[in-house]
């Protein structure tokens, strides 16, 4: 099982800023099959970025998402409000479980 | 619209049967695997397992092998996932979500149901 390590658990920052996410593998991900997802109080998970860098249909362009093998990261250029939220990795090339990361919680400082 | 709608909340007792559901619309049911996702209270993200409603192959995480099933009828575009003896610790919310590309195993999940909450409580 790929165990998907994320930090940090919680970042503080304000409008306007770069946040920076990171996703650690404990083995490579095959084909660079690595998912970003946004999760808002009492809503459902949302696609950010598929296949490491791939942003999801509707996605604004201030995300993007770069890395491969066992190092990834997801990056917010400009902070809007309605980004403050918790955001998961997950990779899918492997077989059964497709591990999710343990989440970094982005709030407003 | 691409759409996964899911059944109602549950408040259930130990030991009690369930059968929760999502049913897909505004796409090729049987063509795109489905997943089920578990979320406790508070907590983050885990996989359970997918089914391909073409022909039913199901896939586990091994952590929820033999505890819950997971099946398809395609005559009605709806996945569902049960238990036989619900447990206390099985309280959380369940979502399902759909494979961005029809066919393909290997994929992020792009739609998510809006979640059903199990509450299991004596």
């Known amino acids: 099982e790929i165990v998907l390590t994320q930090s940090p658990g919680t970042l503080s920052l304000s409008p306007g800023e770069r946040a920076t996410l990171s996703c650690r593998a404990s083995q490579s991900v095959s084909s660079s099959y690595l998912a970003w997802y946004q999760q808002k109080p009492g809503q459902a998970p949302r696609l950010l970025i598929y296949g490491a860098s791939s942003r999801a249909t509707g996605i604004p362009d201030r995300f993007s998402g770069s890395g491969s093998g066992t190092d990834f990261t997801l990056t917010i250029s400009r902070l809007e409000p309605e980004d403050f939220a918790v955001y998961y990795c997950?990779?899918?090339?492997?077989?059964?479980?497709?591990?999710f990361g343990q989440g970094t919680k982005l709030e407003i400082k | 619209e691409v759409q996964l709608v899911q059944s109602g909340a549950e408040v259930k007792k130990p030991g009690e049967s369930l059968k929760i559901s999502c049913k897909g619309s505004?796409?090729?049911?049987?063509?795109?695997?489905i997943g089920w996702v578990r979320q406790m209270p508070g907590k983050g993200l885990e996989w359970m397992g997918i089914?391909?409603?073409?022909?039913?192959?199901?896939r586990y995480s091994p952590s929820f092998q033999g505890q819950v099933t997971i099946s398809a009828d395609k005559s009605i575009s709806t996945a569902y996932l049960q238990w036989s003896s619900l447990k206390a610790s099985d309280t959380a919310m369940y979502y399902c979500?759909?494979?961005?590309?029809?066919?393909?195993?290997?994929?992020?999940?792009?739609?998510w149901g809006q979640g059903t909450m199990v509450t299991v409580s004596s």
């Open positions: 089914i391909y409603p073409g022909d039913s192959d199901t």
């Open positions: 979500a759909k494979h961005r590309d029809s066919g393909s195993y290997y994929r992020a999940f792009d739609i």
């Open positions: 997950q990779q899918y090339g492997s077989s059964p479980p497709r591990t």
């Open positions: 505004g796409y090729s049911f049987t063509s795109y695997w």
